[in-house]
């Protein structure tokens, strides 16, 4: 994952075909690419360059829609859902929002955390964590 708070100005943006959606980004290695998410991460090897695009179209948007711990200094991980997703650009360096898991009902109340962009705190659940409040 990149610790910058800003994008390299190597990586290429790659957008989904049918509406133009950015996926992420195709960051230049060696003599290959690397798939990058939206979370700066590296979601694949040095492909060529047509791998690497199927890389990020086939991991899409979806993952954003999983549930996440946030770890939080001196306290327990929280699950939360991703909110937003801001890259840095010109307008300024970058966020990730999460809100506290909601369990899909409208009247459980939720807080709101604004992450610097890559998201460092953040990470999938583990197996086994962050069960429903409910069973």
Not at 10 to 36: N, S
Not at 108 to 134: I, K
């Amino acid at each position: 994952m990149t610790t910058a708070a800003e994008l390299d100005p190597d990586w290429i943006p790659h957008r989904r075909g049918l509406d133009r959606e950015l996926v992420g980004w195709i960051r230049p290695e060696g003599e290959g690419f690397v798939a990058v998410d939206l979370f700066g991460a590296d979601v694949s090897d040095q492909l060529d360059w047509v791998e690497a695009e199927e890389a990020l179209e086939a991991r899409g948007l979806g993952w954003l829609a999983e549930p996440y711990m946030l770890e939080r200094a001196g306290q327990d991980p929280i699950r939360v859902r991703v909110v937003d997703v801001s890259p840095p650009s010109a307008d300024g360096p970058g966020r990730v929002v999460v809100k506290t898991e909601d369990w899909g009902a409208i009247d459980v109340p939720h807080d709101l955390h604004e992450l610097p962009w890559p998201p460092s705190t953040l990470r999938p659940l583990r197996a086994g964590e962050g069960h429903s409040p409910w069973g």
